[in-house]
Protein backbone atom coordinates (compact mmCIF):
# COMPACT_ATOMS: atom_id res chain seq x y z
CA UNK A 1 0.00 0.00 0.00
CA UNK A 2 1.58 3.11 -0.80
CA UNK A 3 2.12 5.45 2.16
CA UNK A 4 -1.06 8.21 1.06
CA UNK A 5 -3.32 5.19 0.78
CA UNK A 6 -2.28 3.83 4.34
CA UNK A 7 -2.95 7.48 5.48
CA UNK A 8 -6.22 7.62 4.88
CA UNK A 9 -7.05 4.08 6.42
CA UNK A 10 -5.41 5.56 9.38
CA UNK A 11 -7.35 8.48 8.83
CA UNK A 12 -10.57 6.51 8.98
CA UNK A 13 -9.81 4.82 11.75
CA UNK A 14 -9.20 8.11 13.83
CA UNK A 15 -12.19 9.85 12.60
CA UNK A 16 -14.69 6.62 12.92
CA UNK A 17 -13.19 6.54 16.42
CA UNK A 18 -13.54 9.83 17.73
CA UNK A 19 -17.08 10.43 16.33
CA UNK A 20 -17.89 6.96 17.28
CA UNK A 21 -16.56 8.28 20.85
CA UNK A 22 -18.91 11.65 20.66
CA UNK A 23 -22.01 10.03 19.30
CA UNK A 24 -21.96 6.76 20.14
CA UNK A 25 -21.14 4.56 17.47
CA UNK A 26 -24.66 3.09 17.06
CA UNK A 27 -25.50 7.03 15.20
CA UNK A 28 -22.59 7.52 13.21
CA UNK A 29 -22.74 5.96 9.97
CA UNK A 30 -19.91 5.30 7.10
CA UNK A 31 -21.07 8.38 5.44
CA UNK A 32 -20.73 10.13 7.99
CA UNK A 33 -17.21 8.96 8.54
CA UNK A 34 -16.73 10.01 5.16
CA UNK A 35 -18.06 13.35 5.18
CA UNK A 36 -16.00 14.62 8.43
CA UNK A 37 -13.13 13.19 6.06
CA UNK A 38 -13.93 15.09 3.14
CA UNK A 39 -13.30 11.69 1.17
CA UNK A 40 -16.09 9.97 -1.09
CA UNK A 41 -17.86 6.95 0.42
CA UNK A 42 -16.48 4.91 -2.25
CA UNK A 43 -12.82 5.92 -0.92
CA UNK A 44 -13.82 4.71 2.33
CA UNK A 45 -15.42 1.31 1.15
CA UNK A 46 -11.83 0.74 -0.70
CA UNK A 47 -10.26 0.60 2.73
CA UNK A 48 -13.06 -0.59 4.72
CA UNK A 49 -16.46 -3.32 3.92
CA UNK A 50 -18.59 -1.45 6.25
CA UNK A 51 -18.99 0.06 10.00
CA UNK A 52 -18.22 -3.31 11.60
CA UNK A 53 -14.82 -3.82 9.92
CA UNK A 54 -13.46 -0.27 11.09
CA UNK A 55 -14.83 -1.49 14.62
CA UNK A 56 -12.86 -4.44 14.36
CA UNK A 57 -9.71 -2.92 13.25
CA UNK A 58 -10.37 -0.27 16.21
CA UNK A 59 -10.23 -3.20 18.91
CA UNK A 60 -7.08 -4.45 17.04
CA UNK A 61 -5.55 -0.73 16.94
CA UNK A 62 -6.59 -0.59 20.53
CA UNK A 63 -5.25 -3.81 22.03
CA UNK A 64 -1.64 -2.76 19.87
CA UNK A 65 -1.61 0.15 22.24
CA UNK A 66 -1.70 -1.70 25.59
CA UNK A 67 0.64 -4.25 24.26
CA UNK A 68 3.07 -1.06 24.17
CA UNK A 69 3.14 -1.21 27.81
CA UNK A 70 4.69 -4.35 28.25
CA UNK A 71 7.38 -3.24 26.42
CA UNK A 72 10.05 -2.27 28.89
CA UNK A 73 13.84 -2.49 28.44
CA UNK A 74 15.36 -5.93 29.01
CA UNK A 75 17.32 -4.41 32.50
CA UNK A 76 14.15 -2.44 33.02
CA UNK A 77 13.64 -3.65 36.80
CA UNK A 78 10.35 -3.73 38.11
CA UNK A 79 9.65 -1.74 41.27
CA UNK A 80 5.96 -1.28 42.72
CA UNK A 81 5.73 2.19 40.75
CA UNK A 82 5.62 0.95 37.82
CA UNK A 83 2.20 -0.52 38.89
CA UNK A 84 1.13 3.25 39.11
CA UNK A 85 2.56 3.71 35.65
CA UNK A 86 0.88 0.38 34.30
CA UNK A 87 -2.44 1.99 35.89
CA UNK A 88 -1.97 4.88 34.06
CA UNK A 89 -1.20 4.03 30.78
CA UNK A 90 -3.80 2.04 30.58
CA UNK A 91 -6.43 4.23 31.42
CA UNK A 92 -5.03 6.46 28.84
CA UNK A 93 -6.01 3.77 26.50
CA UNK A 94 -8.98 2.89 27.95
CA UNK A 95 -10.57 6.81 27.51
CA UNK A 96 -9.12 7.05 24.04
CA UNK A 97 -11.25 4.09 22.94
CA UNK A 98 -14.37 4.63 25.65
CA UNK A 99 -17.23 3.96 23.57
CA UNK A 100 -15.62 0.79 23.03
CA UNK A 101 -16.40 0.01 26.48
CA UNK A 102 -19.31 1.53 26.67
CA UNK A 103 -20.90 -0.11 24.26
CA UNK A 104 -18.82 -3.37 24.67
CA UNK A 105 -21.94 -5.76 25.49
CA UNK A 106 -23.91 -4.50 22.26
CA UNK A 107 -21.02 -4.32 20.02
CA UNK A 108 -20.24 -8.20 20.92
CA UNK A 109 -23.94 -8.98 20.35
CA UNK A 110 -24.69 -7.55 17.46
CA UNK A 111 -21.11 -8.54 15.38
CA UNK A 112 -20.40 -12.28 16.00
CA UNK A 113 -16.60 -11.80 14.41
CA UNK A 114 -15.41 -9.29 16.77
CA UNK A 115 -17.14 -11.31 19.68
CA UNK A 116 -14.98 -14.26 18.91
CA UNK A 117 -12.15 -11.57 18.28
CA UNK A 118 -12.94 -10.72 21.49
CA UNK A 119 -13.07 -13.47 23.50
CA UNK A 120 -9.35 -14.78 21.69
CA UNK A 121 -8.15 -11.04 23.24
CA UNK A 122 -9.43 -11.40 26.70
CA UNK A 123 -8.57 -15.11 26.76
CA UNK A 124 -4.65 -14.45 25.38
CA UNK A 125 -4.27 -10.74 27.64
CA UNK A 126 -4.87 -12.90 30.84
CA UNK A 127 -1.68 -13.50 30.45
CA UNK A 128 -0.77 -9.34 31.15
CA UNK A 129 -2.36 -9.85 34.38
CA UNK A 130 -0.42 -13.02 35.28
CA UNK A 131 2.59 -10.91 34.46
CA UNK A 132 2.00 -8.13 36.76
CA UNK A 133 1.84 -11.08 39.48
CA UNK A 134 5.13 -12.46 38.16
CA UNK A 135 6.87 -8.82 38.45
CA UNK A 136 5.73 -8.39 41.81
CA UNK A 137 6.68 -11.70 42.76
CA UNK A 138 10.07 -11.60 41.24
CA UNK A 139 10.54 -8.06 42.39
CA UNK A 140 10.20 -10.13 45.95
CA UNK A 141 7.07 -7.43 46.98
CA UNK A 142 4.59 -10.63 48.01
CA UNK A 143 4.61 -10.74 51.50
CA UNK A 144 3.86 -14.66 50.82
CA UNK A 145 2.46 -16.75 47.92
CA UNK A 146 -0.74 -16.53 46.44
CA UNK A 147 -2.34 -19.63 46.18
CA UNK A 148 -3.78 -20.56 42.57
CA UNK A 149 -7.12 -20.30 42.56
CA UNK A 150 -6.87 -17.20 44.71
CA UNK A 151 -5.00 -15.17 42.03
CA UNK A 152 -6.82 -16.88 39.24
CA UNK A 153 -9.89 -15.44 40.89
CA UNK A 154 -8.75 -12.17 41.40
CA UNK A 155 -7.43 -11.51 37.74
CA UNK A 156 -11.19 -12.63 36.73
CA UNK A 157 -12.15 -10.66 38.73
CA UNK A 158 -9.69 -7.10 38.00
CA UNK A 159 -10.63 -8.01 34.09
CA UNK A 160 -14.46 -7.93 34.51
CA UNK A 161 -14.00 -4.70 36.87
CA UNK A 162 -11.96 -2.69 34.13
CA UNK A 163 -13.81 -4.40 31.52
CA UNK A 164 -17.10 -2.68 32.57
CA UNK A 165 -15.77 0.39 34.11
CA UNK A 166 -17.65 2.56 32.12
CA UNK A 167 -21.04 0.60 32.71
CA UNK A 168 -20.59 0.89 36.81
CA UNK A 169 -19.55 4.17 36.10
CA UNK A 170 -22.77 5.39 34.77
CA UNK A 171 -24.90 3.47 37.21
CA UNK A 172 -23.61 5.11 39.85
CA UNK A 173 -23.78 8.39 37.94
CA UNK A 174 -19.98 9.07 37.73
CA UNK A 175 -19.37 11.47 35.01
CA UNK A 176 -17.13 9.67 32.42
CA UNK A 177 -13.83 12.09 32.43
CA UNK A 178 -10.18 11.12 32.50
CA UNK A 179 -9.53 12.03 35.81
CA UNK A 180 -12.90 10.37 36.85
CA UNK A 181 -11.66 6.83 35.09
CA UNK A 182 -8.77 6.96 36.51
CA UNK A 183 -9.64 7.11 39.86
CA UNK A 184 -12.29 4.51 39.25
CA UNK A 185 -9.85 1.91 37.87
CA UNK A 186 -6.79 2.78 40.06
CA UNK A 187 -9.38 1.29 42.68
CA UNK A 188 -8.26 -2.27 41.42
CA UNK A 189 -4.97 -1.92 43.38
CA UNK A 190 -6.78 -2.83 46.57
CA UNK A 191 -7.01 -6.39 44.86
CA UNK A 192 -3.26 -6.99 45.78
CA UNK A 193 -2.54 -4.51 48.41
CA UNK A 194 -3.16 -7.30 51.05
CA UNK A 195 -0.64 -9.44 49.61
CA UNK A 196 2.29 -6.78 49.29
CA UNK A 197 4.60 -6.63 52.21
CA UNK A 198 3.95 -4.21 54.74
CA UNK A 199 6.26 -1.59 53.75
CA UNK A 200 4.66 -1.52 50.06
CA UNK A 201 1.26 -1.20 51.32
CA UNK A 202 1.37 2.30 52.44
CA UNK A 203 2.21 2.88 48.92
CA UNK A 204 -0.87 2.24 47.98
CA UNK A 205 -3.78 4.75 48.27
CA UNK A 206 -6.42 5.68 46.06
CA UNK A 207 -7.84 9.16 46.83
CA UNK A 208 -11.93 8.69 47.92
CA UNK B 1 -57.59 -4.94 43.94
CA UNK B 2 -59.31 -8.24 44.26
CA UNK B 3 -57.31 -11.15 44.85
CA UNK B 4 -57.96 -12.34 41.26
CA UNK B 5 -56.66 -9.61 39.32
CA UNK B 6 -53.74 -9.12 41.43
CA UNK B 7 -52.72 -12.60 40.68
CA UNK B 8 -52.98 -12.03 36.71
CA UNK B 9 -51.06 -9.04 37.57
CA UNK B 10 -48.75 -11.32 39.32
CA UNK B 11 -48.57 -13.60 36.19
CA UNK B 12 -48.39 -11.25 33.72
CA UNK B 13 -44.59 -10.37 35.69
CA UNK B 14 -43.90 -14.02 36.50
CA UNK B 15 -44.60 -15.05 32.53
CA UNK B 16 -42.95 -11.93 31.54
CA UNK B 17 -39.69 -12.68 33.20
CA UNK B 18 -40.13 -16.33 31.85
CA UNK B 19 -39.80 -15.08 28.18
CA UNK B 20 -37.28 -12.21 28.49
CA UNK B 21 -35.09 -14.91 30.16
CA UNK B 22 -35.87 -17.43 27.38
CA UNK B 23 -35.29 -14.68 24.60
CA UNK B 24 -34.18 -11.71 25.43
CA UNK B 25 -36.59 -9.17 26.17
CA UNK B 26 -36.07 -7.23 23.10
CA UNK B 27 -37.81 -10.11 21.14
CA UNK B 28 -40.35 -10.43 23.21
CA UNK B 29 -43.69 -8.07 22.65
CA UNK B 30 -46.67 -7.94 25.25
CA UNK B 31 -48.66 -9.44 22.86
CA UNK B 32 -46.00 -12.30 23.25
CA UNK B 33 -46.93 -12.05 27.22
CA UNK B 34 -50.74 -11.99 26.59
CA UNK B 35 -50.73 -14.65 24.16
CA UNK B 36 -48.89 -17.17 26.58
CA UNK B 37 -51.12 -16.33 28.99
CA UNK B 38 -54.15 -16.87 27.03
CA UNK B 39 -55.35 -13.49 28.18
CA UNK B 40 -56.16 -10.17 25.77
CA UNK B 41 -53.60 -7.38 24.97
CA UNK B 42 -56.33 -5.44 26.95
CA UNK B 43 -56.61 -7.33 29.83
CA UNK B 44 -52.34 -6.89 30.02
CA UNK B 45 -52.59 -3.33 29.43
CA UNK B 46 -55.57 -2.56 32.10
CA UNK B 47 -52.04 -3.88 34.32
CA UNK B 48 -49.40 -2.33 32.71
CA UNK B 49 -48.98 0.67 30.62
CA UNK B 50 -46.46 -1.42 28.18
CA UNK B 51 -43.23 -3.69 28.64
CA UNK B 52 -40.96 -0.89 29.97
CA UNK B 53 -43.15 -0.30 32.52
CA UNK B 54 -43.20 -4.81 33.26
CA UNK B 55 -39.91 -4.60 33.38
CA UNK B 56 -39.37 -1.75 35.75
CA UNK B 57 -41.82 -3.37 38.09
CA UNK B 58 -39.66 -6.81 37.40
CA UNK B 59 -36.74 -4.93 38.92
CA UNK B 60 -38.60 -3.97 42.18
CA UNK B 61 -40.05 -7.62 42.51
CA UNK B 62 -35.95 -8.56 42.70
CA UNK B 63 -34.96 -5.98 45.13
CA UNK B 64 -37.99 -7.53 47.28
CA UNK B 65 -36.26 -11.08 47.08
CA UNK B 66 -32.62 -9.22 47.68
CA UNK B 67 -34.25 -7.63 50.89
CA UNK B 68 -35.36 -11.27 52.15
CA UNK B 69 -31.73 -12.30 52.32
CA UNK B 70 -31.33 -9.86 55.04
CA UNK B 71 -33.86 -10.54 57.57
CA UNK B 72 -32.96 -12.86 59.96
CA UNK B 73 -33.76 -13.51 63.20
CA UNK B 74 -32.99 -10.58 66.01
CA UNK B 75 -31.00 -13.31 67.93
CA UNK B 76 -29.40 -14.27 64.44
CA UNK B 77 -25.48 -14.77 65.50
CA UNK B 78 -23.50 -13.82 62.45
CA UNK B 79 -20.80 -16.19 61.63
CA UNK B 80 -18.71 -17.15 58.47
CA UNK B 81 -20.75 -19.43 57.06
CA UNK B 82 -23.61 -17.17 56.36
CA UNK B 83 -21.27 -15.79 53.79
CA UNK B 84 -21.65 -18.99 51.95
CA UNK B 85 -25.63 -18.47 52.40
CA UNK B 86 -25.66 -14.79 51.60
CA UNK B 87 -24.21 -15.63 48.19
CA UNK B 88 -26.05 -18.89 47.47
CA UNK B 89 -29.34 -16.78 47.64
CA UNK B 90 -28.46 -13.85 45.94
CA UNK B 91 -26.45 -16.50 43.25
CA UNK B 92 -30.28 -17.79 42.80
CA UNK B 93 -31.98 -14.33 42.50
CA UNK B 94 -29.42 -13.15 40.06
CA UNK B 95 -29.81 -16.38 37.89
CA UNK B 96 -33.71 -16.41 38.24
CA UNK B 97 -33.31 -12.48 36.84
CA UNK B 98 -30.52 -12.96 34.62
CA UNK B 99 -32.38 -11.51 31.21
CA UNK B 100 -32.10 -8.06 33.35
CA UNK B 101 -28.09 -8.28 33.77
CA UNK B 102 -27.56 -9.75 30.62
CA UNK B 103 -29.30 -6.76 29.17
CA UNK B 104 -28.29 -4.38 31.91
CA UNK B 105 -26.41 -1.66 29.71
CA UNK B 106 -28.92 -2.27 26.92
CA UNK B 107 -32.09 -1.75 29.42
CA UNK B 108 -30.68 1.21 30.92
CA UNK B 109 -30.07 3.23 28.07
CA UNK B 110 -33.22 2.54 26.77
CA UNK B 111 -35.61 3.39 29.32
CA UNK B 112 -34.86 7.10 31.88
CA UNK B 113 -36.80 5.98 33.89
CA UNK B 114 -35.57 2.44 34.74
CA UNK B 115 -32.17 3.70 34.74
CA UNK B 116 -33.04 6.32 37.56
CA UNK B 117 -34.93 3.62 39.55
CA UNK B 118 -31.34 1.79 39.32
CA UNK B 119 -29.04 4.25 39.89
CA UNK B 120 -31.15 4.80 43.36
CA UNK B 121 -31.02 1.17 44.19
CA UNK B 122 -27.69 0.58 43.55
CA UNK B 123 -27.00 3.52 45.89
CA UNK B 124 -29.37 2.57 48.20
CA UNK B 125 -27.69 -0.77 47.95
CA UNK B 126 -24.48 -0.12 49.10
CA UNK B 127 -25.85 -0.74 52.63
CA UNK B 128 -25.99 -4.10 51.69
CA UNK B 129 -22.37 -4.80 50.83
CA UNK B 130 -21.66 -2.17 54.12
CA UNK B 131 -24.23 -4.76 56.05
CA UNK B 132 -21.60 -8.03 55.37
CA UNK B 133 -18.63 -5.72 56.32
CA UNK B 134 -20.20 -4.55 59.93
CA UNK B 135 -21.23 -8.40 60.54
CA UNK B 136 -17.75 -9.58 59.76
CA UNK B 137 -16.37 -6.87 62.10
CA UNK B 138 -19.03 -8.00 65.07
CA UNK B 139 -18.57 -11.22 64.65
CA UNK B 140 -14.72 -10.55 65.45
CA UNK B 141 -13.86 -12.04 61.95
CA UNK B 142 -11.31 -9.48 60.70
CA UNK B 143 -7.75 -9.71 61.35
CA UNK B 144 -7.48 -5.70 61.83
CA UNK B 145 -9.65 -3.15 60.53
CA UNK B 146 -9.90 -2.05 56.92
CA UNK B 147 -9.19 1.79 56.17
CA UNK B 148 -12.36 2.99 54.84
CA UNK B 149 -11.01 3.90 51.45
CA UNK B 150 -9.83 0.79 51.00
CA UNK B 151 -13.47 -0.26 51.97
CA UNK B 152 -15.27 1.45 50.04
CA UNK B 153 -13.32 0.71 46.80
CA UNK B 154 -14.14 -3.55 47.66
CA UNK B 155 -17.58 -2.20 47.90
CA UNK B 156 -17.15 0.03 44.52
CA UNK B 157 -15.31 -3.79 42.63
CA UNK B 158 -17.70 -6.21 44.00
CA UNK B 159 -20.92 -4.40 43.16
CA UNK B 160 -19.83 -4.19 39.57
CA UNK B 161 -18.12 -7.12 39.66
CA UNK B 162 -22.04 -8.95 39.81
CA UNK B 163 -23.65 -5.88 38.32
CA UNK B 164 -21.82 -7.05 35.08
CA UNK B 165 -21.15 -10.61 36.01
CA UNK B 166 -23.36 -12.13 32.68
CA UNK B 167 -21.29 -10.07 30.41
CA UNK B 168 -17.76 -11.11 31.73
CA UNK B 169 -19.10 -14.89 31.50
CA UNK B 170 -19.89 -14.24 28.42
CA UNK B 171 -17.27 -13.07 26.93
CA UNK B 172 -15.20 -15.21 28.32
CA UNK B 173 -16.87 -18.30 26.83
CA UNK B 174 -18.52 -19.37 30.38
CA UNK B 175 -22.12 -20.79 29.82
CA UNK B 176 -24.88 -18.95 31.88
CA UNK B 177 -26.00 -22.31 33.95
CA UNK B 178 -26.99 -21.98 38.13
CA UNK B 179 -23.83 -24.09 38.86
CA UNK B 180 -21.31 -21.58 36.46
CA UNK B 181 -22.86 -18.42 38.12
CA UNK B 182 -22.42 -19.61 41.47
CA UNK B 183 -18.99 -20.65 40.83
CA UNK B 184 -18.19 -16.72 39.49
CA UNK B 185 -19.69 -14.95 41.93
CA UNK B 186 -18.50 -17.05 44.54
CA UNK B 187 -14.99 -15.87 43.68
CA UNK B 188 -16.18 -11.99 45.17
CA UNK B 189 -15.21 -13.71 48.86
CA UNK B 190 -11.67 -13.30 47.59
CA UNK B 191 -12.17 -9.80 48.18
CA UNK B 192 -12.47 -10.15 51.61
CA UNK B 193 -10.42 -13.36 52.30
CA UNK B 194 -6.81 -11.08 53.11
CA UNK B 195 -8.66 -9.37 55.70
CA UNK B 196 -10.23 -12.41 58.00
CA UNK B 197 -8.08 -13.78 60.57
CA UNK B 198 -6.21 -17.12 59.44
CA UNK B 199 -8.42 -19.54 61.16
CA UNK B 200 -11.75 -18.18 58.83
CA UNK B 201 -9.56 -17.55 56.07
CA UNK B 202 -8.99 -21.50 55.36
CA UNK B 203 -12.84 -21.76 55.42
CA UNK B 204 -12.90 -19.70 52.28
CA UNK B 205 -12.39 -21.42 49.10
CA UNK B 206 -13.48 -21.55 45.25
CA UNK B 207 -12.96 -24.40 43.24
CA UNK B 208 -11.11 -23.68 40.04
Given at each position: ??????????Q????????????????????H???????S??N??????N?????????????????????????????????????D????????Y??????????????E?????????????????E?????V???????????L?????????????I????????????K???????????R?V???????????????????
Amino acid sequence: MTEMKKNTKEQILLTALKLFNKSGSHSVTTNHIAEEMGISPGNLYYHYKNKEHIIREILISMIEDFDLIWKKDADHKFSITDIAEITDRSCDIIYRYRFFYIELSTLLSRDEELSRIYTKIKRDRTKDFETIFHLVESAGLWEKPIPLNERSSLIFIAWSYIESIMTSMQTSNIKITKPNLKKEISRAVYLIKPYLKPEFRNMINVPI
